[in-house]
């Protein structure tokens, strides 16, 4: 009996251990299977993301290149760029130098021009003066021109009428001279020579015709008859003093203009007053 116990007990074991390994057997293969089909499906699930991860390495290697590509089109064009920069700016101060030498040009020229437009101005304003001056000396040189023709009538006019009262002047004859002899008219004579006290230079004597105050000179009555020359010396003598100098200017027959050489001396001097001329 206790062995028909033990036995069956061995035996419930037995059967206990062969169910706990069928079960378990049954269960590990129940697990099997779900972790193949799990590992399938993961498999298949790694496979597709495998797929779609090497599809997008691909299309992410084209869009490398292409953007390799694109960049070194755009280096290129950078590049193409940089020089071009370059070049314009080399133009740029090219222009600039240009510029600045044609403002250098410019403000020359305009300093030029302002020169030549004050020296213009210069010039039309001396060409004025001149004219202004040349019309004066005209008008100036009209006057003495016609002073010296009114001066010329007055002394003409002057020595003839001396002449003709000379002629009327009879002077008594000498003893002894022959009755109706002629008597030499006194403008016919010659003024004698006259030495003068302090040099002993000989002199000749004449008088004073005609003062001109306005343009400073005098007319007296010697002239190339009497030796006279342009440049002649002349003092002229109010009484026994001394009163002006004067030049000879122009030369006549029988008379003479001189410039008084002071202006000062000009109010000195008055018709008929004495002329002397050193020889």
Known sequence: MAKSRV??????????????AAVH???????EHAKRVWLEDQLQKITTA?????????????AKTALESQLTDASDQVQKLGDQAKLLSEQIASEKRS????????????????AERKDKLSLTDDLAKAKQSYQ???????????AKEALERRVKEMLA??????ERIVVTPPAGAPSGTAVKPLAEATPAPVPTPSSGIRTREGKVLVVNREFNFVVINLGSKDG??????LSIWRGDKAVAKAQVERIYD????????????????QEGNLVRVNS
């Open 136 to 146: 004066a000396l005209g008008n100036e040189l009209t006057t003495l021109r016609q």
């Open 25 to 31: 057997f049954y269960l590990g293969q129940n697990t």
């Open 161 to 166: 009428t001396q002449a003709t009262e000379a």
């Open 254 to 269: 029988n008379m003479a203009a001189a410039t008084l050489l002071a202006e000062e001396q000009k109010g000195k001097v």
């Open 7 to 20: 036995g069956s007990l061995f035996l419930i074991v037995l059967l206990a251990l062969a169910i706990f």
């Open 99 to 114: 510029r600045e030498a044609m403002t250098g040009e410019l403000a020359g020229v305009k300093s030029r021009l302002e």
């Open 50 to 62: 495998k797929d779609a991860l090497e599809q997008e390495r691909d299309e992410l290697a084209k």
């Open 228 to 233: 006279l020359k342009a440049g002649s010396q």
